[in-house]
Nanobody, 115 residues
Framework: EVQLVVSGGGLVQAGGSLKLSCAAS????????IGWFRQAPGKKREGVAC????????YYADSVKGRFTISSDNAKNTVYLQMNSLELEDTAVYYC????????WGKGTLVTVSS
C-alpha cells in the first residue's frame, strides 16, 4: 500500500520561504507523477507542481512558476517543494499526491502566509 508522509508547513511572513517534504513508501517502480496540490479556504483543490519519476520532468501551476521548485531524492523516495517569495494567496492546506494505479494522498499540511 502506498503511503505519503508529509512534513513541513507552518506560518511564514509574506516574502519568506518554506520547504515541504513528502516521503513515499510502497511506490516500487514504473513511471508515475508525484507532486503537490493545495486547497485554500473556500476554494477548490488545485495542482501546484509535479515531477515525473523517470525523466524528472517538472510541471508548475502558472501562479507559482519562478517561485516554487519541486525536486526529488530517489534514494530517499522523497519529494520536496521549495516555496520562495511566498504570497498571501499561497495560504492553503498542501497535499502530496501520487497517481500509482489509483490516486493516493498524503495528510495535508497547513501553510499560512501572513502580512
Amino acid at each position: 500500500e502506498v503511503q505519503l508522509v508529509v512534513s513541513g508547513g507552518g506560518l511564514v511572513q509574506a516574502g519568506g520561504s518554506l520547504k515541504l517534504s513528502c516521503a513515499a513508501s510502497g511506490v516500487t517502480g514504473g513511471d508515475y507523477f508525484i507532486g503537490w496540490f493545495r486547497q485554500a479556504p473556500g476554494k477548490k483543490r488545485e495542482g501546484v507542481a509535479c515531477i515525473s519519476s523517470s525523466a524528472g520532468s517538472t510541471y508548475y501551476a502558472d501562479s507559482v512558476k519562478g517561485r516554487f521548485t519541486i525536486s526529488s531524492d530517489n534514494a530517499k523516495n522523497t519529494v520536496y517543494l521549495q516555496m520562495n517569495s511566498l504570497e498571501l494567496e499561497d495560504t492553503a492546506v498542501y497535499y502530496c499526491h501520487v497517481s500509482y494505479g489509483r490516486d493516493f494522498w498524503g495528510k495535508g499540511t497547513l501553510v499560512t502566509v501572513s502580512s
